[in-house]
């Protein structure tokens, strides 16, 4: 049961990256702009052609803290994969990996704890909508729509709501810093296999320039069954990425 438990919220934690390409002052558009300006500019963000980081997840549990490599890969428009590996021995499951693949209209889970299994439904639609390297670039030109809400605090940071709503699947709340206009937090809806619908609150922080873009490298996931943390060490941009990485095996 304790194995179990740790693959849900492993599989929380692979959710939570999906978050990760997420928006940006008094007006939608112009909050969205002002984002767009902060994490890089237009310029900067049409020369990346795929991005690849690594570094290391941490997921809560009740029995203690468990940590392992994580390795994240993106390709314009939509194509993803997340690939989470951890040691269960001490839950009597030896290893766990959790490899997550998206090829840009079909999603696949190979879950070496609950078996391997098509992403469908409104996750697989969540992941149709994670465009790279941000979905508020053309969110008009994909049906999509945005509206400024208000504003809340974030960490006592205050920040504007941005809620971004596509044409099919989960609307995203997203916060951005009223000073900075970097992402704070994201909150949007994630199916997960034997729970179901869970809200899922990603919160954004350690900003860094990597050719001209700016890239969180600590990543918080928070929900009502599991908390986790990522920290990232290296991501690289524009390397040649084969398509087969991400189709089903």
């Given at each position: 049961?304790a194995a ?35 994490i890089g ?5 049409a020369?990346?052609?795929s991005r690849?980081?690594?570094g290391?997840?941490?997921?809560t549990?009740?029995q203690?803290?468990l ?6 890969y ?20 030896g290893q766990m ?18 078996g ?9 639609e ?62 949007i809806?994630?199916e ?12 954004f ?6 050719d001209g873009v ?12 599991q ?23």
């Amino acid at each position: 049961m304790a194995a179990m438990h740790t693959a849900i919220r492993l599989l929380m934690a692979v959710a939570a990256l999906s978050c990760t390409h997420v928006a940006s002052a008094q007006t939608a558009d112009e909050v969205v702009d002002k984002y767009v300006a902060a994490i890089g500019g237009r310029g900067a963000l049409a020369k990346l052609t795929s991005r690849t980081m690594t570094g290391t997840i941490t997921l809560t549990t009740p029995q203690g803290d468990l940590s392992g490599p994580v390795e994240i890969y993106a390709v314009p428009p939509n194509k993803s994969r997340t690939v989470v590996k951890l040691d269960l021995s001490a839950f009597g499951a030896g290893q766990m990996t959790v490899d997550q693949r998206f090829d840009g209209a079909s999603g696949y889970v190979i879950d070496t704890l609950q078996g391997n299994r098509d992403i469908t439904g409104a996750q697989a639609e969540n992941m149709k909508n994670n465009v790279f390297p941000t979905p508020l670039l053309d969110y008009k030109q994909r049906g999509a729509t945005v509206e400024l809400t208000g504003k809340d605090k974030v960490g006592g940071r205050e920040a504007y709501i941005l809620v971004l709503t596509p044409k099919s699947g989960s609307a995203a709340r997203q916060f951005i810093d009223a000073e900075t206009f970097l992402p704070l937090r994201a909150v949007i809806k994630v199916e997960l296999p034997q729970i179901g619908e869970v809200e899922q609150t990603t919160e954004f922080s350690d900003y860094r320039e990597v050719d001209g873009v700016k890239i969180p490298f600590a990543i918080r996931a928070m929900s009502a069954v599991q908390s986790s943390s990522i920290v990232i060490s290296n991501v690289e941009h524009n390397t040649k990425i084969d398509d087969a990485l991400f189709s089903k095996p």
